[in-house]
């Protein structure tokens, strides 16, 4: 799969949708629910079925990342949802604590 940062894709289960943040080395599969994600001008006439267990569901603004191939989304659009890389789950990305003010 070629991800590009600034490349947009879309879930085929969900109303889910993302641009890579940062792309990552070593990706043979991308997916939303099960099924792969595809790029944000294919049409999709009709939701496929959410895979059982992959219905975590994605958060709008949320980043998520993939340790292992260093990819990271983030979502531009909620869905119900979860993201996987070659079968490992993506999860979001921890918010970095702020200074202190003191």
């Known amino acids: 799969m070629d991800l590009k940062p600034g490349a947009r894709l879309k879930s085929a289960v969900c109303s889910a949708e993302f641009v890579v943040v940062r792309a990552g080395t070593g990706i043979d599969?991308?997916?939303?629910?099960?099924?792969?994600?595809?790029?944000?001008?294919?049409?999709?006439?009709?939701?496929?079925?959410?895979?059982?267990g992959l219905d975590g569901g994605v958060g709008l603004g949320k980043?998520?990342?993939d340790e292992t191939s260093g990819l990271e989304l983030l979502a531009s659009k909620a869905g119900l949802?979860?993201?996987?890389?070659?079968?490992?789950?993506m999860a979001p990305?921890?918010?970095?604590p702020l200074p202190s003010s003191d």
């Open 81 to 89: 949802g979860s993201l996987t890389v070659d079968g490992r789950r």
């Open 29 to 52: 599969e991308l997916s939303c629910g099960g099924a792969p994600l595809v790029a944000q001008d294919v049409t999709i006439e009709a939701y496929a079925a959410i895979a059982a």
């Open 93 to 96: 990305k921890e918010a970095k």
């Open 63 to 65: 980043r998520y990342l």
